[in-house]
């Protein structure tokens, strides 16, 4: 259980067998962390882990836990969504730290893992949620919609996210804690 930088983040991921990455909000405060995540991204974009390896199976995404590792900005505690997608964010709106981070968080994987920054390897819960059959189209009572959206700009979350990331492997020198 520690605060990891991401050149730990780099560490870890090279010493694990994972094979994609999922981008999660955990519809909490800022600072609540949980162990059903590998990586905890706090408001203030510092990173908590409960595990000091990415093979330890978290319980992030229904049915799709294996050799996935899970990444989770903490905020969205009282956000809500309508049936056609538009967000209200609430009192704990993603941060632009958190954003950042994750995105930092998704270049330091994908260069380590050799991976393309891409929906085959980092898709969102949304993305899941949709594939899996309990997204906001679903009446599923587990209803899940994670990063469908970011207030930083108009857009798919994990098409954001993904996009900055790439920016960060085009620009490493930006890419630090
Ligand atoms: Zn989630």
Same mark, same amino acid.
């Given at each position: 259980?520690?605060? #990891?930088?991401?050149?730990?983040?780099?560490?870890?991921?090279?010493?694990?067998?994972?094979?994609?990455?999922?981008?999660?909000?955990?519809?909490?405060? #800022?600072?609540?962390?949980?162990?059903? +995540?590998?990586?905890?991204?706090?408001?203030?974009?510092?990173?908590?882990?409960?595990?000091?390896?990415?093979? *330890?199976?978290? &319980?992030? *995404?229904?049915?799709?836990?294996?050799?996935? =590792?899970?990444?989770? =900005?903490?905020?969205?505690?009282?956000?809500?969504?309508?049936?056609?997608?538009?967000?209200?964010?609430?009192? #704990?709106?993603? *941060?632009?730290? &958190?954003?950042?981070?994750?995105?930092?968080?998704?270049?330091?994987?994908?260069?380590?893992?050799?991976?393309? !920054?891409?929906?085959?390897?980092?898709?969102?819960?949304?993305?899941?949620?949709?594939?899996?059959? +309990?997204? !906001?189209?679903?009446?599923?009572?587990?209803?899940?919609?994670?990063? =469908?959206?970011?207030? &930083?700009?108009?857009?798919?979350?994990?098409?954001? =996210?993904?996009?900055?990331?790439?920016? +960060?492997?085009?620009?490493?020198?930006?890419?630090?804690?």
């Amino acid at each position: 259980m520690a605060f #990891y930088t991401l050149n730990d983040i780099a560490y870890l991921a090279a010493n694990c067998h994972a094979n994609k990455a999922t981008l999660h909000w955990s519809g909490g405060g #800022y600072t609540n962390t949980s162990p059903h +995540y590998h990586l905890n991204i706090l408001g203030d974009g510092r990173v908590w882990s409960d595990f000091d390896s990415f093979d *330890t199976t978290g &319980q992030h *995404t229904w049915h799709r836990n294996t050799g996935n =590792i899970g990444i989770s =900005i903490l905020c969205c505690a009282d956000a809500s969504v309508d049936t056609e997608g538009n967000v209200t964010w609430g009192n #704990y709106p993603p *941060t632009d730290e &958190q954003v950042d981070k994750m995105a930092m968080i998704v270049k330091t994987i994908a260069d380590v893992k050799d991976w393309n !920054i891409d929906k085959e390897h980092f898709k969102t819960h949304n993305d899941w949620a949709l594939i899996d059959g +309990y997204s !906001i189209y679903d009446n599923d009572p587990d209803m899940r919609w994670d990063l =469908i959206a970011l207030p &930083q700009e108009d857009g798919d979350g994990g098409a954001i =996210i993904r996009g900055k990331a790439i920016w +960060y492997h085009c620009h490493p020198e930006e890419c630090k804690d």
